[in-house]
Nanobody, 117 residues
Framework: QVQLVESGGGLVQPGGSLRLSCAAS????????MGWYRQAPGKQRELVAD???????YYANFVKGRFTISRDNAKNTVYLQMNSLKPEDTAVYYC???????????WGKGTLVTVSS
């Protein structure tokens, strides 16, 4: 079992930065990939970025060059550094972790990021 707790969301002006954190509890050796998804009002949840346990990263095209995912395996924590934020980045950001040999999805409760002047 895994519990994910996100932090770091908030209100930021266009062009600003935020850093999201997600701490995972549970058996660290059973957690595989970790990543971030987002869901804007009226839209489907979409993958933003993820990182495998070995460090391989994936970024959605709409965040390449602006967002950076990192992971501290010792702390079972994944981070999302978001720079050059745009109003269209406004969404609830969810942490995701893949657990066990069947890569079962676990989700955090989400943290709201609002980009507005």
């Amino acid at each position: 079992q895994v519990q994910l707790v996100e932090s770091g969301g908030g209100l930021v002006q266009p062009g600003g930065s935020l850093r999201l954190s997600c701490a995972a509890s549970g058996n660290p050796f059973s957690i595989g990939g970790m990543g971030w998804y987002r869901q804007a009002p009226g839209k489907q949840r979409e993958l933003v970025a993820d990182m495998s346990s070995s460090g391989t990263t994936y970024y959605a095209n709409f965040v390449k060059g602006r967002f950076t995912i990192s992971r501290d395996n010792a702390k079972n924590t994944v981070y999302l550094q978001m720079n050059s934020l745009k109003p269209e980045d406004t969404a609830v950001y969810y942490c995701n972790a893949k657990y066990g040999s069947f890569a079962i999805d676990y989700w955090g409760k989400g943290t709201l990021v609002t980009v507005s002047s």
